[in-house]
């Protein structure tokens, strides 16, 4: 009887065993659908032998509870990888803002930023137009004319850089709050996860933890520590502390030379997280880096044109007889003091055309050589070493290549993303088997994506070759 | 497929690129292969005599296509640095389990390790 009570005994526990298990499937399939849920696998533990006529059979095994599948170190790695594609998505769309701004704006007569390559050829045009009859009023009209249109698309895209970036702070600004609520959320998290483990699975809490680290690293770089009992602390990429176990460090902000600078515990850490990635990372690098950049060519573009075009003119003679004075110069444009600002604050102040020096001193009103030398300033290197249209060219084509890196190193790093949420997933699932086949299906794709990559290399190689021989033939 | 749209009967070099770039984030090694096979194809038939406007068209194709080949180094460079991390995460793996079966654990938590006799 003894045989057969333990025969039953261990049928029964092998069925509770099973019904525990099917709990956890059902769960599983429960929420199969619930974002950011981690699946669970039953835990067993092979209970004691027995003995019987002096030989030990097995004695089953009993359902302990369940394990969420989960992997830190690739949930680390997706975390960091959603990091720098947040920031380069933001800063994508920022820059591709920017570069709106310089886009010839096809079918519009409208001022536009898009128009100051044709616009600093048609002022210096005019000059050379002038130069066939000093003393007509309409041309003299049509150079004051040309000059405010160029002015006025430069200070345009000035005032709309200056706005963007505005905008940027005030995204970057609203950052804080929520970056503080969801660390507030993991310390919270990390206290009952403490408490939970290790005598039991913190599967649920940990896939909210999860969900929590996932979102705050769309918004903020950071490095995570894993402590005792599963805990988490958790620092900014440039290693300022925002959690540590169950406590989480305000981030503050305050204005700094009219921008918003964010503050761990009194210190600026600004630069910091520039550098650090997630949306955060991407508004503070195209308000600091980018927009910066694009305003000081502007403002070298504006500045240098104004003092050369203002010299220039104030060497000469104009209409009336008159030469320019210190306490009344012949200028054209507003003459800037210092770089930073002359975009903006660039605007023609000559109101009289007849104030046009076309005339050198000493030969007469009806003279045009230094409407001569005005325009040809257009081809002397007066800004920064270059011609005028030269180095806006160059920084346009500069604009649109650092548009283009930066798209090409978000679409990678979207890929990136998009695979190890493939994998993850599949690491998620119940067995060896199907990781194996994960990986699998990562090598191979690899291994297939290196040869069309070496294949492509020497099609476009051979391709450029023979273009080359067609145009020397 | 379908975003190669109606230039897929004789795509251009750039679309054979974008696409590539598309399948390897998407982990789909059989369109790579195929992709791969389609370049073994077109290499072949660079080697044959072709008149100037094909070659000067090719080299078209080659130029334009020179952008998004980059974005397709970048994200292959991005699948060899997922490629390593998980491999070393599955040796990790491994490895504890491995640790686990010849310490003798009692709590081995992978199911289809066991056959419920508590014989490992």
Known sequence: MGTINSAMS??????????EAL??????????????????????????????????????????GATSQRDRVLEERLDQQQQTAAASTTRLAALNNVQTLFTPDSGSSSATAGDIGSGITSF??????????????????????????????????????????????????????????LTGAIAQLNLEIESTSPDSDAGTLEDQRQQDLSQLSQLVGINQVTTE????????????????????????????????????????ITSGLAAGGGQLGGYLTARDQDIPNVLNSLDELAYNISTAVNMQNNAGVDLNGATGTVADPLII??????????????????????????????????????????????????????????????FVSTLGSTVSEVQAENTAQNASVTQLQTQNNALSSVNLNDEAAAMSTLETSYQAASQVFTLLNTLMASALNLGEQTTVA | MGELGQGWANPELKAIVAEASRALAALDALRLEELALSCQALNRSMAADHDSDWREEMARQAREAAADMAVFGRVLEATRANLHVMNR????????????????????????????????
């Open chain 2, 89 to 120: 995460l599955r040796e990790m793996r491994l490895g504890q389990l491995e640790y686990k079966a010849r310490s003798g654990a009692a709590d081995w938590t992978e199911p289809q390790a066991g056959n419920g006799n508590g014989n490992h």
């Open chain 1, 23 to 64: 709990s956890v499937v059902a769960n599983n399939v429960a929420n199969a659908n619930t974002t950011g849920y981690t699946e669970e696998t039953p835990n067993w533990q092979e209970n004691a032998p027995i003995t019987i006529g002096g030989i030990q059979v097995g004695d089953g095994v009993t359902e302990t």
């Open chain 1, 10 to 19: 261990m049928i029964g526990g092998a069925l509770d065993a099973d019904q």
């Open chain 1, 124 to 181: 210096f045009d005019s000059f050379s137009s002038l130069e066939s009859d000093p003393t007509d009023n309409a041309l003299r009209e049509q150079v004051l004319s040309s000059a405010s249109t160029l002015a006025g698309d430069i200070s345009s895209a000035a005032n709309s850089l200056n706005q963007q970036s505005a905008a940027l702070n005030q995204d970057a600004a609203g950052i804080a709050g929520q970056v503080n609520s």
């Open chain 1, 229 to 268: 009992n599963n805990g988490l602390s958790i620092t900014t990429t440039s290693g300022q502390l925002l959690v540590s176990e169950g406590q989480n460090f305000q981030l503050t902000t305050g204005t700094v030379n009219g921008a918003t600078d964010f503050f761990l515990g009194g210190t600026d």
């Open chain 1, 333 to 394: 444009f507003n003459q800037p003091t210092q770089v930073a600002g002359s975009a903006a604050a660039m605007t023609v102040v000559m109101t009289d055309p007849s104030q046009i020096a076309a005339a050198s001193t000493g030969n007469g009103t009806g003279d045009n050589s230094n409407a001569v030398a005005l325009a040809a300033l257009a081809n002397q290197a007066i800004v920064v070493g270059q011609t005028p249209v030269n180095y806006y060219s160059n």
